[in-house]
Every structure is written in structure tokens, then in C-alpha cells.
């Protein structure tokens, strides 16, 4: 069941009543926040559960904003593993500058940028892909081969809801996200579905492996890789 209550400061907040929730859940979708409550909570439980919540809020539009920013001349990827940016040239086009681990995209200038969001945005999905193919290959082969994991399969994949995944036959898929990432975080989660070939499961024995080849510091690396990163461009 869904409905919706108006907000002075969020405007419409749409509510979705879920019997199996157990919490508060709130989440921001292109400027609109979405929040799912728990059966039998009323309208007042609600408005208060808003207004202690609304730093939260905050928080949760300006990471939604941010997400969907512009791509521009001020858009960069910047990491110690690939590094994108955007400059304006002096001739008529857009050119692509390569090597490895770098892309510079040329742009024409006076570019409007707003009219070309979905062109750009796979301009640099293929450049990111094209780099995932050599670098994520080679860093997945390097850590088994230091580890003495065995996979079967390797796939590069354009997930947005997880940075990676390993089935039950052992074979990996990697987010081309991943490129966007420094290369500790890039590492933490090759590693992560590579132990998952020993240990499909999340369980004592599953993290102590993981603490072993990370030097002890897997949920470190988990807890900084949930707080400040994303599967978006």
C-alpha cells in the first residue's frame, strides 16, 4: 500500500506500508523521498519518525544530487588506478585520448553539455569497461594466484546494485564500477568474491579468511566502502 504525506521542508514524501518491515526505511529517488513504515504505524508515529530523522534527510538529497550532477568539464574520475577527465578542445567534435589507466575526452567548444548527459554517459561507460577488461582481469588472476584461490569464469559486468558477485560453480562478475574506486576498495572486493570460492556464505570462517588476505582489516574495508562510494556515475 502506498500514499504520501506533504512536508514543509520535503515536500511530498511517498509512504509505502510493508507488513514484513520492522524499521523506519528511507531513501531518496531523484529528489523525492521515499520512505517504507512499518503496518500499523500511524500518521503522528510517522511525522515524528520525519522529524527525527531529518538530518538524515538531508544527507540522503545532497548524496542524491550529487549523483545526479552534470557531467561536465568539472566531472573527473580520479583514483590511483584510472583517471577520466573532460577539457574543452579548439576544434569542431569530440575526440577520445587514451592510455592505459587514463581517458581524456575532448570536447568542442561551448559545449551544451545538458543536451548530450546520455551520450556521455556512455562514452564513459565504454571507457571504463575497456580498462576493467585488462586491469580487473589481471589484478583478479594475480590475488589467486597469491592466494590459491580457484575461479572458473570471470565476467565484467555493468551492476548498480552490487559491486560483485561469485555463484555457486565459482565463477566471478566485477562491476566495471569498480573502476571508479581506489585501488585498496578495488582489492577489498576482487578479494571478497574470491574468499566466497571457498566460503559462499557470509559466515566466521568466510571473514577470517577474508581478515587473513587483508591483513585484518576486512571490515574496515567494508565499512568505507558502504559509507562514501556508489555504483553510479
Not at 17 to 35: D, L, P, S, T
Not at 121 to 148: C, P, S, W, Y
Not at 159 to 173: F, V
Request: charged share 30%.
Amino acid at each position: 500500500m502506498k500514499y504520501y504525506i506533504e512536508d514543509q521542508e520535503f515536500g511530498k514524501i511517498i509512504l509505502t506500508v510493508n507488513g514484513r518491515a520492522k524499521h523506519f526505511v528511507m531513501r531518496v529517488v531523484e529528489n523525492e523521498v521515499h520512505i517504507t513504515v512499518p503496518q500499523g504505524m500511524t500518521r503522528e508515529d510517522i511525522e515524528q519518525c520525519v522529524n527525527r530523522n531529518r538530518e538524515s534527510i538531508r544527507k540522503l538529497m545532497k548524496k542524491d544530487v550529487d549523483r545526479r550532477h552534470v557531467i561536465d568539464l568539472n566531472y573527473k574520475i580520479d583514483t590511483d588506478v584510472m583517471k577520466l577527465e573532460l577539457v574543452e578542445g579548439k576544434r569542431k567534435g569530440f575526440y577520445v585520448h587514451r592510455s592505459e589507466g587514463k581517458c581524456t575526452i575532448e570536447c568542442e567548444p561551448n559545449t551544451d553539455f545538458a543536451s548530450i548527459q546520455n551520450w556521455l554517459k556512455k562514452v564513459i561507460m565504454n571507457e571504463l569497461r575497456l580498462q576493467a577488461k585488462f586491469i580487473l582481469r589481471n589484478k583478479t588472476q594475480q590475488f589467486a594466484d597469491k592466494h590459491g584461490f580457484k575461479f572458473t569464469d570471470l565476467k565484467i559486468q555493468s551492476s548498480k546494485t552490487r559491486w560483485g558477485s561469485c555463484s555457486a560453480s565459482n565463477s566471478i562478475n566485477l562491476s566495471v564500477f569498480l573502476m571508479t574506486l581506489p585501488s585498496h576498495l578495488m582489492d577489498y572486493v576482487i578479494l571478497h568474491e574470491l574468499c566466497h570460492t571457498v566460503h559462499h556464505e557470509h559466515s566466521d570462517a568466510f571473514w577470517a579468511l577474508m581478515d587473513k588476505v587483508t591483513d585484518g582489516k576486512a571490515h574496515a574495508l567494508r565499512k568505507e566502502l558502504k559509507q562514501n562510494y556508489s555504483t553510479e556515475l
